[in-house]
C-alpha cells in the first residue's frame, strides 16, 4: 500500500483492489486514531462503526484539532476531484508527520450506478475498500430509507382510514383523533437510492380486489434517498436525543385547515428513530495510504445538505491534530451550507477553507465543449489553451470571494492532471494570487501523498492565520431577504423571482414563529452559479426563480427550490451499472469507479 499500478492505465477499481491486498486490518485504522477497542465497533475486517457518543465523553477536554472544509469551483457534469483532492490533502498531511483524518460522505446508489461513479476519489488518492464503501457500507442509507418510508406508511393508511371511518370509530380503532389530512398538501415522498425518472411524480392507492382497503388514490412522487429529511437529520443530529427530538418535528402534510401534520402527529417518530440508531455512529475506513476515513451522511449539496455529519467532524476534531471534511460541489452550494448551516449548528469555526479547481473546469467555462458524460473527453481538453483557462478563471474568482465572506483566506489547490500544461498551471498562478489566495499545484492523482506535500503545507500554513468567521444571515431576517442574499452575494444574480406557490409557502412559513426562524437549505443546479446549468462561467442579467419552498422541520431548514431541478435525478442513457460485473470465481465486484 499504496497500489503501485499507474493511473493513466489502470481504472481506480483496478488500482482500490491492488491496494486492498495490503490494507491495514479496522482495528489497525481504529488505533492509528486514537480510539479504544471499546469505542471501535468492527463490521468486518476492513470497515468498522464508531461509538461516538464513547469517544466524545473521553475527550470531552481535548482541545480540538485544525478544522479544514474542501469546497471547489462550479463543476462540469463528471465532477472536479473534490473526494479525490480530499485524500490527497489527507495523505499528503501523512506524508508531512502530520496527525490527520477525513470525514467524507456516503456514495449514493444513484451516481455510482449512473454517470458519477462513486465517491472514494481517485487514481492514487482514494479509500478503501472501495466496493463495499459504494455498495451500501453499513447500512446507513438503508436504514434512512425505511425510516423515511415509514412515514409515508403512516401517513398514507391514516388518509384511508380517516375516508373510510366516522369519528367515533376512527377513535375507537386507532386510538387518535381525526387529523384532517388534505391530500393535496402532502409535503413528504417515497425514497429510493437510485435515480429514476419515472418516479418523479406517480399516482399512488387506486383501488384493487379489496376495493377502498387498497389504499388512499392520490399524487405521490420519490426522490433520491439522500434528499430525505432523514439524511438531513443524521448530518445535523448532535446526539440520539437531539435526533429524536427531531424526528418528531418533520412536517408530512397538512391539515384542511392549514396547520402542519407531522411524525410526531402520525405516532410514527419514535419508529422512525429506532431504524436510525445504528446510523447515529459514523462509519470508518482508510486512504490507500492508511490514514483514517470517517464516514457519515450523505452527498448530493444540489438537492439535500451534502456535508459530513457533525458527529463526525466532533469525533475528528478530538482525535486528529488536522481534521478535514467536505461540502458537496461548488462554493456557492455546498460552503455556503456548510458556512451558514453546518457551522451555525454545530457551533464548530473552520480554520481554513480548500476551494479546488481543475484546468478541465476551467476550460469549460472559458468557453470549451462541455464534456457529456459516457462520451469521449473532446479533444478541447487534451490540447493547451492558456485563453479559456484564464476567462474561466472568473468563475474560480467568484468561489475564492464566496470563501472570503464568510472571514476565510482560502486556498486554492489545483487538481493537477497529466494532460494540463505548465503555461495552462501558471495562469491559474497568476490569477489567484494576483486575489490575494495561495496557490497550490497538486498531484496527488497521479503520485498519491508524495503529489500533494506542497498542497498539504499550504493549509497547515494557511490554519496558522486568524479567521474572522462570520454568517451571511441570521435567522431573524424575513425568509425573502435571506433568499435574496444568497442569491445576490453568494450566486450573482440580479433578484429574485417567486412562484405563486411559492409565495404561498413563504407567507405560510413566515407567520410561524418557529419555522420563519429555520436555516435556509437552498436546492440548485451544481452545473452553474445560476439556476440554469447551462450557464457558465459567472452568469450576468439573470434572476434566480423560486418555484416552491418545502419545509424541513426535524432538520431546521426551509428549503427553497429553484429552476427546474428534481429532487429525484435521472439515468443517463449510457449509466455505469452496464460496467459492473462480478468475478464468479473470486466474488470480487469489477466497475465500480
Known amino acids: 500500500m499504496p497500489s503501485s499500478l499507474d493511473p493513466t492505465k489502470h481504472a481506480d477499481w483496478e488500482i482500490a483492489q491492488d491496494a486492498e491486498k495490503e490494507m491495514l486490518k479496522i482495528y489497525e485504522i481504529g488505533e492509528k486514531l486514537g480510539l479504544t477497542k471499546d469505542e471501535l465497533l468492527p463490521q468486518g475486517h476492513y470497515i468498522g462503526k464508531i461509538d461516538f457518543k464513547a469517544v466524545l465523553d473521553r475527550l470531552k477536554d481535548r482541545p480540538n484539532g485544525k478544522y479544514i472544509d474542501v469546497t471547489a469551483i462550479t463543476p462540469t457534469p463528471l465532477g472536479e476531484g473534490k473526494s479525490t483532492s480530499s485524500m490527497g490533502l489527507v495523505q499528503g498531511l501523512g506524508k508531512i508527520g502530520k496527525n490527520v483524518c477525513a470525514a467524507i460522505r456516503q456514495p449514493s446508489g444513484g451516481p455510482t450506478m449512473n454517470i458519477k461513479g462513486s465517491a472514494a476519489g481517485g487514481g492514487l488518492a482514494q479509500c478503501i475498500p472501495l466496493t463495499p464503501f459504494s455498495l451500501g457500507f453499513t447500512g446507513d442509507i438503508n436504514a434512512i430509507m425505511n425510516a423515511h418510508n415509514l412515514a409515508m406508511v403512516a401517513l398514507t393508511s391514516r388518509l384511508q382510514h380517516e375516508r373510510n371511518y366516522n369519528d367515533e370509530q376512527l377513535e375507537r ?73 427531531r424526528m418528531g418535528k418533520i412536517v408530512v402534510a ?63 476534531l478530538k482525535l486528529a491534530d488536522y481534521h478535514v471534511t467536505e461540502s458537496g460541489f461548488g462554493a456557492d452550494i455546498g460552503f455556503e451550507k456548510f458556512w451558514n448551516l453546518k457551522c451555525r449548528y454545530s457551533g464548530l469555526v473552520p480554520d481554513c477553507a480548500v476551494v479546488v479547481a481543475t484546468i478541465r473546469a476551467l476550460k469549460c467555462h472559458g468557453g470549451a465543449p462541455v464534456p457529456v458524460p459516457g462520451k469521449a473527453m473532446p479533444i478541447e481538453y487534451k490540447t493547451e489553451n492558456v485563453g479559456w483557462v484564464e476567462k474561466g478563471c472568473a468563475n474560480l474568482i467568484h468561489h475564492i470571494r464566496n470563501v472570503r465572506k464568510a472571514g476565510i483566506s482560502p486556498v486554492v489547490c489545483i487538481n493537477a492532471f497529466y494532460t494540463d500544461t505548465p503555461a495552462e498551471i501558471k495562469k491559474v498562478r497568476e490569477l489567484c494570487e494576483a486575489e490575494g489566495a495561495k496557490v497550490a499545484l497538486s498531484r496527488h492523482w497521479e503520485k498519491g501523498g508524495d503529489g500533494a506535500i506542497e498542497f498539504a503545507e499550504a493549509v497547515v500554513e494557511a490554519c496558522e492565520e486568524k479567521t474572522e468567521f462570520k454568517f451571511l444571515y441570521e435567522l431573524e431576517m424575513p425568509i425573502k431577504d435571506r433568499i435574496s442574499l444568497i442569491a445576490k452575494e453568494v450566486y450573482g444574480a440580479d433578484g429574485v423571482e417567486y412562484s405563486n406557490e411559492a409565495n404561498a409557502a413563504i407567507d405560510r412559513i413566515q407567520k410561524d414563529p418557529h419555522l420563519s426562524k429555520l436555516g435556509m437549505c437552498m436546492v440548485k443546479t451544481h452545473l452553474s452559479l445560476s439556476d440554469n446549468p447551462a450557464l457558465k462561467g459567472v452568469p450576468k442579467g439573470w434572476n434566480l426563480k423560486i418555484r416552491e419552498v418545502l419545509t424541513y422541520g426535524g432538520a431546521g431548514f426551509i428549503v427553497p427550490v429553484a429552476g427546474a431541478i428534481s429532487l429525484m435525478p435521472g439515468t443517463s442513457s449510457n449509466p455505469a451499472f452496464k460496467r459492473v460485473d462480478v468475478d464468479v470465481n473470486t466474488g470480487k465486484v469489477q466497475g465500480v469507479f
Open 254 to 316: 397538512y391539515t384542511k385547515q392549514g396547520k402542519p401534520v407531522t411524525t410526531e402527529d402520525l405516532q410514527v417518530a419514535g419508529a422512525m428513530t429506532a431504524w436510525m440508531v445504528d446510523a447515529l455512529n459514523p462509519s470508518l475506513m482508510q486512504t490507500l495510504e492508511g490514514q483514517p476515513v470517517i464516514v457519515h451522511a450523505g452527498p448530493f449539496a444540489n438537492i439535500a445538505i451534502g456535508q459530513s455529519s457533525i458527529i463526525a467532524d466532533r469525533i475528528g
Open 173 to 245: 380503532l386507532s386510538g387518535m383523533k381525526r387529523i384532517d389530512i388534505d391530500p393535496t398538501r402532502v409535503e413528504m415522498g417515497w425514497v429510493m437510492d437510485f435515480c429514476c425518472q419515472s418516479l418523479r411524480n406517480i399516482i399512488i392507492g387506486i383501488d384493487g380486489v379489496n376495493g377502498k382497503t387498497d389504499g388512499y388514490m392520490m399524487k405521490s412522487k420519490f426522490g433520491i434517498a439522500v434528499s430525505s429529511e432523514v439524511m438531513a437529520i443524521l448530518a445535523m443530529a448532535t446526539d440520539l436525543k437531539d435526533m429524536r427530538e
